[in-house]
């Protein structure tokens, strides 16, 4: 009886106290699970980040804002996707044409510019949320990037890795010769967010993104739309 007490407590000892969970690895920059696409130096191939991205975001419910700034304008993009009612809003401002919106639903695309009010419907309209939910090559700003991986961070509460803009790989392909911002990565393959700003002595540009809501956004009816 007294060995068999013994061995009972032997094989419990290395169990975690009720309540508790043994411990995990920390995540490191180094034992990351970089998606397809990327690793702890950055993009691995041209290419890949824009499909593992749009391969993770497709039939997923999301917001993203996009703004480009140049030394003498601003535009900003926000979409946002809701899976589930098959809409989707999308509000563009510019500094030289100012605000409009739009709502895509499945009775068609319907157009609203708030300076003269008016509402344009497209019926026919054949869309689909792959075309208009997010930005045409989003990975753009990010060819030719020097990136280092820097951080492990959480975005939705899944890890992520944060890279930060060391300046241009590759200048005999970029006409910048000088960048700097950060990246992130969402270890489930999209781009979560990146601030990068790129230029030379005759130009500058600024281009921020960012992924939000992912899996919850929702998409009210506009408040501008007709009553049917």
């Known amino acids: ?122 019926p026919d309209e054949n869309w689909t949320t792959a075309g208009v939910a997010d930005v045409e090559r989003l990975d753009r700003p990010l060819l030719d990037l020097g990136l280092a991986a820097t951080e492990i961070v959480t975005v939705e509460g899944v890890p992520a890795v944060r890279y930060n803009v060391t300046g241009i790989a590759n200048r005999d392909f970029a006409p910048a010769t000088g960048a700097s911002g950060y990246v992130t990565v969402s270890e489930t393959g999209y781009i979560a967010a990146y601030n990068v700003t790129r230029g030379n002595d005759g130009f500058t540009r600024r281009t921020t993104y960012d992924l939000s809501e992912f899996g919850n956004a929702t998409v009210e009816r506009p408040s501008w739309l007709p009553e049917e």
Request: hydrophobic share 35%; net charge negative; proline share 6%.
């Open 1 to 122: 009886m007294a060995l068999a007490s013994l061995l009972v407590l032997a094989g419990c000892a290395g169990l975690a106290p009720a309540g508790q969970q043994a411990s995990t690895p920390e995540t490191t920059v180094e034992n990351f699970s970089y998606p397809p696409g990327w690793s702890q130096d950055g993009i691995t191939d041209i290419g890949l980040p824009q499909q593992t991205h749009s391969d993770t975001v497709e039939n997923v419910s999301r917001r993203t804002r996009f703004v480009t700034s140049d030394d003498d304008a601003t535009r900003t993009i926000v979409r946002t996707v809701d899976v589930e009612a098959g809409t989707v809003s999308v509000r563009s401002e510019a500094t030289l044409f100012g605000t409009t919106y739009a709502y895509y639903s499945p009775n068609g695309v319907f157009e609203y510019d708030p300076e003269t009010e008016e509402v344009t419907l497209r």
